[in-house]
Structures are given as structure tokens and as C-alpha cells.
């Protein structure tokens, strides 16, 4: 199984590298790569001692930023290395200032995993929540280098639950341990043999308490808002947009809008911009002008969402009526804002249970987003409880950090 796995990755290269001639995505994939080794040399020394994180994508890296800024402090004499799969999670964070060294990580063959890992020399690895490749793992596991599986997720439709999918679970025994989300996926790994597993909850949610702590103070945003409702929009894509343009054209002047679309391509901004019929300005355009003139603010940049939540009375997040569902609810909930949400959530367990407790509402047309609106805009007592549902949701859920680090350390402690 390995040999075809392996025969696998390489034709898959060859694929990807023709793809690049035609997909600008995949051109960062394939140009990307051939600088891993020549980064990694300048920024890492044979003699140092080094602390590697993998994540798939951006929303991997968010996840695990709370456990790489506590390691770094715990381990000051250690550089830190972060590694991307995706071109979407390093183009955006190549220039963290949280890592020493940020790269892609080289495709999973055998030679790739010798050559890197004996490159960067690492002491202790984490894979945050997902991706098992197995030819870095069995290296890993070959030097004895301590590998964690950090806010870890699994799902009985997984392979490592299936009578095929021996060659999966091989990839899980090359782990130390596990620190799993939840109960459910807990039980999963135990019912294949493996009890090297906690639950240490999602540091998702610690990412977000510490959001709350630095300044998220804009004051174009504050002078757009100028003390009225204000709705935030965030991560919108067309099928969301459909729904609230048509809400946005037909409600009240005094209801403000901020929409920050998840695709900001200069022709998608413009198709949105078209089909509002109320004043609207675009982040772009909003130099050496009275914000509070407008009733609708598009956000055609990237990188300040999480400070434009802390301004909305409501919050909308996109993505639910796509696959696989909706963005990230946690950054406005710990603001303590009421969201709405698309019908496709199921595979969040944050959207699961805020929507239990009535802090997130699900819409599924148009008659229940105006509806929705509607109660939500005209009663702030009922903003404002579910809005406390959000923030207490958050803040009793924090805490998986502390409980990776304990972990790690009395292990360290145990085997001095």
C-alpha cells in the first residue's frame, strides 16, 4: 500500500506542475516548493534547536496560533518553524512575525521527508487538526521526534474507521499523542486502539479570548458607524449576497452595513457594488471622505475583519449556503454579537451548538433572513441576550491551550 501510495504522490506532482501553466492557485503550489530548501538553510542552522508546526491552510494556522505563541514563550532558545500545505494559508501568513522560518511543505515522498526533517532537526512536532502524511510521519517516528495531533477532529465517514483504511491507522501509530475536540472523536480513536488520546477542546476558541485583549479600535469604521445599527457581513459569497442585497436595498436608511465579501477580485466587488441601489462606498475609495455619509461600506481588503466585528449590533457570516458551510463564527461571537448564519453548518461544532443555545440563527431563504432581521434590529433586548449566549459560549470554552502545554510538560518532567 505505501509503494502505490508513493506512486500516487508522484504522479500527482507531475499533475500539479502541468496544472500550474493554466491555474495562477496552483502555480504558487508547484514555485512555492522550490524555494523550501533554499529558505530553510538561511534561516536555520545545523546546530539549532528547533519547534515545527504543520498546518493544511489559514484556518489550520488560526487554529494553532495560541499553542505557537505559548511555546515560544515557554521555549525561548528554540526557533519555531511553520509549514503550509495550502498557497491560501502561506501567501497570507508567509511573513508572520510568530515563526522564525515560514515555508510550504515539500509534497509527501520519501526522499522530501528525509531531506526535510533532516534540514530543520526538530525536537517537537505538531500537526494541528488534520493532515496525516505518511511518509513525514514514519520519519518522525524513525528518529523518535515527539508528534502531537493538536485540536484533532474525526469523523466515522474517515478512512481510519473503515475495513480499508489499515494503512491510515499505520499513519496514526507514528503519534505520541492526541488532544482531541471533542467526546465523539475521542471515542472514535479509542475504538481503534488507541488511548493515547485527550480531550483539551478547541484552541480556536483561545485565539479568540485573545482577540479581546489588543487594541480593535478603526476609527474609519467608527466614523462610518456614526452610533448607528450597524451590520456586519463577513465572508459573504454570491449565494449570501443574493439574499442580503435584497434586504440591504429594501430596509430602513438608518440600518448601516458593513460587507466584507470572502473573494475581494476587483469584477466580483464591482458586481456587488452594482446591485445596491443605497450609497456605497468601498474601503479602496474611502480616503479624504465623510464615511458617515454612507449607508453601505464593502470591504475590498483583507486582514481587519475581526476588528470591524467588535463595531456590529449584528453579524452575518457567510458561507452556509456552500460547501462545506459557514466561515468563522467564533471572531464575532466573542464580541458578543448575535449572528446569522446559511443552512449548511453541520460540520461545525461551534455553529451546532451555538444554534442550540440560540446565540447563532439559521436562515435558509429570503422570508427568514428579513424576518430574522427584523426582530433582531427592533428588539435590542433580544440582541443583546442572544449576543451574551455568544460571548459566555466562547469564554466557557477556552482553556485547550493550558491543556496541551500542562500535558507536554509533565511528560517532559516524567521522562528527565
Excluded at 152 to 178: H, M, P, S, V
Excluded at 362 to 386: A, C, G, P, W, Y
Aim: charged share 20%; hydrophobic share 40%; glycine share 6%.
Amino acid at each position: 500500500m505505501l509503494f502505490l501510495y508513493n506512486l500516487i504522490i508522484i504522479l500527482a506532482s507531475q499533475v500539479v506542475k502541468l496544472l500550474a501553466l493554466f491555474n495562477p492557485k496552483m502555480k504558487l503550489f508547484v514555485e512555492g516548493r522550490k524555494e523550501v530548501f533554499s529558505i530553510l538553510q538561511s534561516k536555520i542552522s545545523s546546530t539549532d534547536k528547533t519547534i515545527w508546526f504543520h498546518a493544511a491552510s489559514l484556518g489550520e494556522y488560526e487554529q494553532g496560533l495560541p499553542v505557537i505563541e505559548k511555546i515560544k514563550i515557554q521555549y525561548p532558545n528554540h526557533k519555531i518553524l511553520v509549514t503550509f500545505f495550502s498557497p491560501s494559508g502561506y501567501e497570507v501568513r508567509k511573513n508572520n512575525t510568530v515563526a522564525d522560518a515560514t515555508v510550504y511543505l515539500p509534497l509527501d515522498t520519501k526522499s522530501n521527508a528525509q531531506k526535510f526533517i533532516k534540514a530543520i532537526n526538530p525536537e517537537l512536532v505538531f500537526f494541528i487538526k488534520y493532515e496525516y502524511w505518511p511518509n513525514y510521519l514514519n520519519e518522525l517516528k524513525k528518529q523518535n521526534i515527539k508528534t502531537y495531533l493538536i485540536s484533532g477532529i474525526f469523523r466515522e465517514k474517515q478512512a481510519f474507521f473503515k475495513w480499508y483504511g489499515g494503512f491510515y491507522r499505520n499513519a496514526l501509530k507514528t503519534f505520541d499523542y492526541f488532544f482531541v475536540q471533542n467526546e465523539s472523536s475521542k471515542k472514535l480513536i479509542q475504538s481503534i486502539g488507541f488511548n493515547n488520546v485527550k480531550i483539551s477542546g478547541d484552541t480556536r476558541f483561545d485565539r479568540v479570548v485573545s482577540i479581546l485583549e489588543r487594541d480593535n479600535s478603526l476609527d474609519f469604521i467608527e466614523q462610518f458607524k456614526d452610533n448607528k445599527t450597524t451590520i456586519v457581513i463577513g465572508s459573504s459569497w454570491p449565494k449570501d449576497e443574493n439574499l442580503l442585497v435584497h434586504y440591504i436595498n429594501n430596509t430602513s436608511d438608518d440600518i448601516k452595513f458593513i460587507i466584507a465579501p470572502h473573494n475581494i477580485k476587483s469584477e466580483q466587488i464591482a458586481n456587488l457594488k452594482s446591485q445596491i441601489t443605497k450609497s456605497t462606498i468601498l474601503f479602496s475609495e474611502k480616503n479624504y471622505i465623510d464615511l458617515s455619509n454612507f449607508n453601505i461600506f464593502i470591504i475590498d481588503t483583507i486582514g481587519i475583519l475581526t476588528k470591524i466585528y467588535s463595531y456590529a449590533d449584528i453579524a452575518y457570516v457567510g458561507g452556509g449556503f456552500g460547501n462545506p458551510g459557514v466561515h468563522n463564527i467564533l471572531e464575532p461571537a466573542t464580541f458578543g454579537v448575535p449572528i446569522i448564519i446559511g443552512p449548511n453548518y453541520s460540520h461545525f461544532a461551534e455553529a451546532i451548538a451555538l444554534v442550540h443555545q440560540e446565540g447563532c440563527i439559521s436562515i435558509s431563504n429570503q422570508n427568514e433572513l428579513n424576518e430574522t432581521f427584523d426582530n433582531l434590529i427592533s428588539n435590542e433586548d433580544v440582541r443583546h441576550e442572544k449576543g451574551h449566549i455568544c460571548a459566555t459560549f466562547v469564554q466557557m470554552n477556552k482553556g485547550a491551550t493550558e491543556v496541551i502545554l500542562k500535558h507536554i510538560e509533565n511528560s517532559k518532567i516524567k521522562n528527565r
